[in-house]
């Protein structure tokens, strides 16, 4: 009989980080062999890949939709929940309740504190940090606390989640619009759900690169309906093997504090990274404190000098130092716990 896992990941109706990062672990979880049942449980208009795996559809981010998780946890009865960013007590409880094992991924710091309740301590089995920031540095003092205090999970900390760069269908892709590796930018600067200086992100960077004063096109990834400058190319979304082939070929990458960049920097790829949420900037600061990464504020007036500097630099220092952080991608490894914990 096979056994089941239950992905659980913030999402909204259009997707989302979250979801992605667990898309790349359940691909990744398959790749690795052994029966399992896979199953999601997303936000009913996000693109999800149904050719791939079964999704229960919810009304709304699992944070937002408790009835319907509680419900599906105990349909499905998984050996298995993995939440990513959203923890409630409720669905923790129905997990528990059906049997399923538990474990927690987190990245910023408001949904880490969420795997470091107390009141969580007998229902949490694992929780997986996503902090390359820290560079192998001691974690904080509230959260070595929140571990003392929840000795009964089992936390470990990681880097990166991606699939391995899929260079022949990211050549392939250039090569339908005239390019080249290395002949291209690529911005890439993620969610439309907020908005800074102003704009949403596509529109920011579309004004703020509009002057640009290069013989490179720049390419964007799901620019959706907004208008771009003449001469620049967008992109559908695609999936993140062939992402990482544009990342890693671009001479440059415009992007967030989010997880684009840690992917990029573990490919040694050069970034200029906006931080263009609250909880971006620290990571942003850890990252070009070793010169590892351009940076500038998240204004549309910063961001266009800092983009025709980098345009007109020799990056190639920019490339080693990336690689010299040692980021890892964790992908495997993580996918590699799931499958002890099912053996358990």
């Not at 000098?305 to 020799?314: E, I, M, P, S």
Request: proline share 8%; glycine share 10%.
């Amino acid at each position: 009989m096979p056994r089941r896992v239950l992905f659980i990941p913030v999402s909204g109706g259009r997707g989302g980080g979250e979801l992605q990062r667990s898309l790349i672990l359940a691909r990744t979880l398959r790749a690795q062999g052994g029966d399992t049942d896979i199953r999601f449980l997303a936000h009913a208009q996000a693109p999800f890949p149904c050719e791939e795996f079964q999704r229960t559809p919810l009304p709304g981010s699992p944070t937002r939709s408790e009835p319907e998780v509680i419900a599906a946890i105990a349909d499905f009865a998984p050996d298995l929940c993995v939440f990513d960013s959203t923890l409630r007590m409720s669905a923790l409880r129905a997990a528990r309740a059906a049997g399923s094992r538990t474990a927690y991924l987190s990245v910023r710091p408001n949904s880490r504190w969420r795997g470091l309740d107390p009141r969580k301590r007998t229902l949490l089995d694992a929780h997986w940090i996503l902090a390359p920031e820290r560079l192998g540095a001691a974690p904080p003092w509230p959260e070595r606390l929140g571990r003392w205090l929840l000795r009964r999970t089992r936390f470990e900390y990681f880097n990166a989640v991606f699939e391995a760069p899929d260079t022949a269908a990211a050549s392939r892709l250039l090569a339908e619009h005239g390019l080249a590796p290395g002949r291209y930018m690529l911005a890439c600067p993620g969610g439309a759900g907020y908005t800074v200086d102003g704009l949403a992100p596509v529109p920011l960077l579309a004004e703020a690169g509009s002057a640009l004063r290069t013989t490179l096109p720049v390419l964007v990834v799901d620019p959706g309906d907004h208008a771009l400058p003449a001469g620049w190319i967008g992109l559908p979304r695609m999936p993140n093997r062939i992402l990482m082939g544009l990342v890693e070929g671009a001479r440059l990458n415009v992007v967030n504090g989010g997880g684009t960049l840690v992917q990029a920097l573990t490919l040694g790829a050069p970034c200029l990274a906006i931080p263009m949420q609250e909880e971006q900037a620290q990571r942003i600061a850890a990252f070009a404190a070793r010169d590892a990464v351009l940076t500038c504020a998240a204004e549309r007036t910063a961001i266009a000098t800092a983009w025709q500097d980098a345009a007109d630099a020799d990056l190639d220092g920019l490339r080693g130092r990336a690689r010299a952080l040692g980021l890892r991608n964790d992908a495997s490894t993580i996918a590699q716990r799931i499958q002890a914990m099912l053996a358990r």
